[in-house]
């Protein structure tokens, strides 16, 4: 099964950045769909964005226009770009990869303070 390992997260302020990056241990071509999820304290995991292979694209109404997803195939990672952040953005986030069956990460800590 594959391996998918998050990092970037981190402490950040209101109104700020984060690029999170999922790097896959085969090659991403296989997936028809990976994803980033995230879980806050007390809420169900949820879906935030996703990409196929193709390239469409999906993104939840709480996020959209703020945060990108990307994947570049050549360095079997998927990004999620995310801006303008706001506290009710922490959570820990997940990457998921869905081929014949879904591969998750292990996730990683966002934290939007002050």
């Known amino acids: 099964q594959v391996q998918l390992v998050e990092s970037g997260g981190g402490l950040v302020q209101p109104g700020g950045s984060l690029r999170l990056s999922c790097a896959a241990s085969?090659?991403?071509?296989?997936?028809?769909?990976m994803g980033w999820y995230r879980q806050a304290p007390g809420k169900q995991r949820e879906l935030v964005a996703s990409i196929t292979l193709g390239g469409n694209t999906f993104y939840a109404g709480s996020i959209k226009g703020r945060f990108t997803i990307s994947r570049d195939n050549a360095k079997n990672t998927l990004y999620l770009q995310m801006n303008s952040l706001k506290p009710e953005d922490t959570a820990v986030y997940y990457c998921n990869a869905y081929a014949t069956q879904d591969s998750w990460g292990r996730g990683t800590q966002v934290t939007v303070s002050s």
């Open positions: 085969g090659s991403i071509f296989s997936f028809l769909r």
